[in-house]
């Protein structure tokens, strides 16, 4: 019989399958773990990810948080998780996390910037941070977390930690090398990425994740960014384009895990840590992974036949001017978060420009 790769159409046809499969095992997993001694749990919670099931980080990272969070507290907490849209949908879920819909959330912000413009500086903008270390210490020693949290805090959430992914990678049916070649291009994208491309010459569309792959394969688009060079690669952007861009328009992008404020104020400080240290462990692991594997499926990449497109200096620095100009109108937009946080960017490129 020959040997056919899955192509994303066949991941499709298994999410619905995939996901009763990913609920199920995590319950199936705490009944035989705690059956027998007849411990119920003292927080059965319900997350939602943004992510689609038939991906390989859903499971390392989305599924493995539940299963971590359930094992390091000894059946305490139960994180059951739940596919896209499969409780709300998923541009919806700040809001069902705030209202107790959702007891947690795992997402982008980016999907919420209209109603809250910093949660788009969280998830990572172009050419801010250079690697994972710049991340943590910009969120944590520059104290840009504490103004995160404000700003979801107004919205009943706690905003918990980020689950860095390895950049922002282009995709494209067409060469990308000059100022030029950036107009007219129709890329989905979004965030304050989104805001750079547009400056740049680009028309910016969005469209979720399931109907992403269509929309490339149809000329919707002519490019997009998923994450960095695997997880594009996981979406089966390799199917349907020629090229990939470099280098990444950022090293760093963020998901987020989010909890009810309601909720997180009402557990004991022993289980708010356990929630907050078992993120940051997997942040640290997807990062690496995704950065592992995007240099991996990059070789692959162009083994198959695919092409690296490589930016010009002169058009990166370029890029880079109109990324900054995106953060200083966020900041006068957004005076009390988005400007106490561009602030500490400008002092974090003292360090690392």
Sequence with gaps: MENKEMTRRDVLKLSAAAGLTAVAGSLAGTT???????????????????WPIGVGYYKFAFVEYCDRVRQATNGDVVITPYAPDSIVPTKDTLEACGSGLLDMNWCWGAYWQGKMPVASLFCGHTFVWEDLSAMYWNSYMQDCMSIYRAAYKEHGVHLLVPI????????????????????????????????TLKKAGCTPVFFPGSELYQA??????????????????????????KYIIQPDLARVSNAEISVNKKLWDKMPKDIQRIL??????????????????????????????????????????QLQKFSDQVLDEYAKKDPKYCGPVVKKYREMFDLVR
Excluded at 183 to 189: D, F, P, T
Excluded at 217 to 240: L, P, R
């Design 276 to 317: 907050e240290d078992c993120g940051m462990a997997i942040n640290y692991e997807c990062y690496a992974r995704c950065d592992y594997l995007s240099k991996v499926g990059l070789k692959k990449f162009v083994a198959a036949g695919g092409q690296v497109s490589q930016i010009e200096p002169a058009a990166v620095k």
């Design 216 to 241: 490339l394969q149809s000329g919707v688009c002519d490019a997009a960014h998923w994450g960095a060079v695997y997880t594009g690669a996981e979406m089966k952007f390799n199917e349907i384009t």
């Design 164 to 195: 860095g992914i390895d950049g922002i990678t282009l995709w494209s049916k067409k060469p990308v090398r000059t100022m030029n070649d950036f107009k007219g291009l129709k890329v989905r994208s979004t965030g304050l990425p989104a805001e």
């Design 32 to 50: 035989s773990s705690f059956a027998q001694s007849g411990k119920q749990p003292k927080f059965k919670l319900r997350m939602q990810c943004h």
